[in-house]
């Protein structure tokens, strides 16, 4: 009956634990610290340096490893992001004289002069941001901010004893093909570092004491998500597998519910910081998953389209093509549109031009979404709508 004491399990709730638990650390964590602003870095690192003071914070030697290595990339992001989300954007206008000649005739104006410190400012704004440039490049070799993070790396940083590689890529490998978590298939696609995940699972397992491991990544091979793709609970496999090795508790939170579990009184402007980041962390695994998913599920919906000459088939394949509101990107799913497009059935025989479809595409998508349907894009499916409504006759 032991084997099924597992099974049974109810692990103790979050904040049974919170004082007295192990706290893990992810490598997103870590290099998250990059992206925060001053005031939650500080909240941050002073309530980790607290817990590893307490000899609580557990940062496994793959973390670190992992963290290295990602550092100067890190860095390489930042550079490139001045480049281009700011120096892409500046743009110097033609002079107000070349444009207006006759500018100087017109009395009591001083444009001239405002522009003349316009032109002065933008230029001293473009020098500020290339010096920027230069002292993120120093980072790589003296980096404040992994100068304040490096007491508790080094204080918190574990290794598993007597740890043997092929033994463990032996087990990594009979693991990734039963799809046991945390290698269910989430890091298949990696050349390098595709047992990473299971190396820290290892790590943890080492560990005699109830675990809080804190990351930013909701992938499947550890979490279980809702329809939303938000938090629910840590796989039960990984639950039942600690509790079957050291008859305790093993849990996952986010950065942001860990932060705010060990401050209840934490500004909210700091959680807004960390929660943006958070966000911007899930945006890219979203993209990383459309990357690599979505060219062929597009192309296999295509076919299937192309072969189904009905009308409802020719607004699937436009909805497709143009993904107005990105929802397509996530899912790959043939009838994700489906209800707009009966919208539009009912709609099209009675629009006269394609201005008037171009709002009415705005309007519906405004209804499903409660959000704005770029003009771009409302302008590109209402074209492609109305030449299917004149070819067709509808």
């Not at 009415?360 to 209804?367: A, G, P, Q, V």
């Amino acid at each position: 009956m032991d084997k099924l004491q597992k099974y049974f399990f109810e692990p103790k709730k979050v904040d049974e634990i919170l004082e007295n638990a192990t706290i893990v650390l992810d490598t997103n964590i870590l290099l998250a610290a990059y992206q925060w602003k001053n005031a939650s870095f500080k909240e941050v690192t002073d309530i980790l340096n607290k817990i590893s003071i307490e000899d609580r914070l557990k940062i496994p030697s793959h973390v670190i490893e992992e963290f290295v290595d990602q550092r100067p990339k890190r860095i390489i992001e930042m550079i490139e992001n001045i480049d281009k989300k700011i120096f892409s954007k500046l743009q110097k206008p033609e002079n107000l004289i070349s444009v207006i000649p006759a500018l100087e005739s017109i009395q009591e104006n001083n444009e001239l002069e405002i522009e003349k410190e316009y032109h002065e400012v933008y230029k001293k704004y473009r020098k500020s941001l290339q010096n920027l440039k230069d002292k993120l490049k120093l980072f790589v070799n003296t980096d404040p901010i992994l100068k304040e993070l490096k007491g508790f790396l080094e204080n918190g940083y574990f290794e598993i004893e007597q740890f043997n590689e092929t033994n463990f890529t032996k087990r990594a490998k009979e693991r990734a093909i039963k799809q046991i978590p945390p290698l269910t298939g989430g890091d298949s696609g990696k050349k390098l570092n595709k047992y990473g995940d299971y190396k820290i699972w290892e790590h943890i397992l080492s560990l005699e004491n109830d675990v809080i491991f804190v990351t930013a990544d909701l992938k499947e091979d550890w979490v279980i998500v809702d329809h939303q793709n938000k938090f629910i609970s840590a796989r039960r496999e990984l639950v039942e597998e600690f509790y079957d090795k050291n008859r305790k508790t093993f849990t996952i939170m986010t950065l942001t519910d860990f932060i705010e579990a060990v401050d209840p009184n934490i500004e909210g402007e700091i959680i807004d910081d960390i929660k943006i980041n958070f966000d911007r962390n899930m945006n890219q695994k979203e993209m990383e998953f459309l990357v690599k998913n979505l060219k062929d599920i597009k192309s296999q919906n295509l076919i299937m389209f192309e072969t189904d000459k009905s009308i409802k088939g020719h607004l699937r394949r436009i909805m497709c093509l143009n993904d107005p509101v990105g929802l397509y990107s996530l899912t790959g799913a043939i009838d994700e549109y489906d209800s707009e497009i009966e919208t539009l059935l009912d709609l099209l025989p009675r629009i006269s031009n394609v201005v008037q479809l171009e709002e009415e595409i705005k309007s519906i998508f405004l209804l499903s979404t409660m959000d704005n349907l770029p003009s771009t894009k409302a302008r590109q499916v209402s074209s492609e709508l109305w030449d299917l409504k004149n070819t067709l006759d509808l």
